[in-house]
Structures are given as structure tokens and as C-alpha cells.
Nanobody
Framework: QVHFVESGGGLVQPGGSLRLSCAAS????????IGWFRRALGKELEGVSC????????YYLDSVKGRFTISRNNAKNTVYLQANSLEPEDTALYYC????????????????????WGKGLLVTVSS
């Protein structure tokens, strides 16, 4: 019964914006650190952004700093990734994650086998 309901992916032109959302079900997000990963075609999974359970530590991949913003709405039990000034290099499957072993370090998000993942949102940046 633990899962995420995801929305917000799609096709956008370079320079455009998207807001990715993951609504958690079966657990309470504000108990955990949260984060976003992405996997581009032919590339490895990379940590895009994360924030600690108390939101006192936030991490962004260098290539998205100043363009992406992670946030959460505890009343809606939802985590967001606002992605602005999108570039073709941002094209990827984006995954939200959270859980009891999830940790937001200064080097990026760290996950464990007990954590919860979204199924992935496809973001395509193309003219």
C-alpha cells in the first residue's frame, strides 16, 4: 500500500518549465528526507536534489543549481520538483524517493533497499 502517485512530466521546449509531483500514500512524508533522481537514456542514475526531514539541508546537482527547486507540502503529503529553464540535457526519467533509509547528504541523496520510489516521470526537453 506504500506508493507514490506521480504527475507533471511531459514534453517541453528548451527554456520551459515543469513541476513534478509525487503524492505519497501509506506513509507520512514529513517523517523522512525526500529526493529526486533521474536516469537519462544510456546513462546511470544520478541524484538531482534532496532535502532532509527537517528541511535544514538541501542538495542540488551542480547542473541544476539555480534552475530546479525541491519542496514538500506536508498537508498534502506531496513532494515537488520545480524545474525551470529546462535544457535538452535534462531529458530523463525522473524518480521521487523517500523512506526510512533515505538520507540527504552534502554529496547528494543516499538510499537504501527499504526506501520508497516512484515509478518514474518522463521529461523530454526538445524543440
Amino acid at each position: 500500500q506504500v506508493h507514490f502517485v506521480e504527475s507533471g512530466g511531459g514534453l517541453v521546449q528548451p527554456g520551459g518549465s515543469l513541476r513534478l509531483s509525487c503524492a505519497a500514500s501509506g506513509f507520512t512524508l514529513d517523517d523522512y528526507a525526500i529526493g529526486w533522481f533521474r536516469r537519462a537514456l544510456g546513462k546511470e542514475l544520478e541524484g538531482v536534489s534532496c532535502t532532509s526531514s527537517s528541511d535544514d539541508r538541501t542538495y542540488y546537482l551542480d547542473s541544476v543549481k539555480g534552475r530546479f527547486t525541491i519542496s514538500r507540502n506536508n498537508a498534502k503529503n506531496t513532494v515537488y520538483l520545480q524545474a525551470n529553464s529546462l535544457e535538452p540535457e535534462d531529458t530523463a526519467l525522473y524518480y521521487c524517493a523517500a523512506g526510512p533509509r533515505f538520507y540527504c547528504s552534502k554529496y547528494g541523496p543516499i538510499y537504501g533497499t527499504e526506501d520508497y520510489w516512484g515509478k518514474g516521470l518522463l521529461v523530454t526537453v526538445s524543440s
